[in-house]
């Protein structure tokens, strides 16, 4: 197994396990919420926003360490 691969693996059980959690702590809890089958649905698409604003804060962070990287590797 090359060294690619390995990251493969590697990121890919990271999101399976970060979609697990999700599942698990977000979509759980609002699929119990409510009894009428179109409300459960309704709350699981508003999950999504909650998914947007997760991915939306990891691409903020990302994009400002890679903007100040040269201010935190000259701090280091």
Request: charged share 10%; glycine share 10%.
């Amino acid at each position: 197994m090359s060294n690619e691969d390995v990251t493969y693996v590697v990121a890919g059980g990271c999101g399976l396990i970060a979609f697990v959690a999700f599942a698990w702590l977000v979509m759980r809890p609002a699929w119990m919420s409510y009894s009428r089958l179109w409300q459960r649905f309704a709350a699981l698409f508003l999950t999504l926003y909650v998914a947007a604003a997760f991915v939306g804060m990891g691409v903020a962070g990302g994009l400002a360490v890679a903007w100040f990287w040269d201010r935190i590797e000259e701090g280091v």
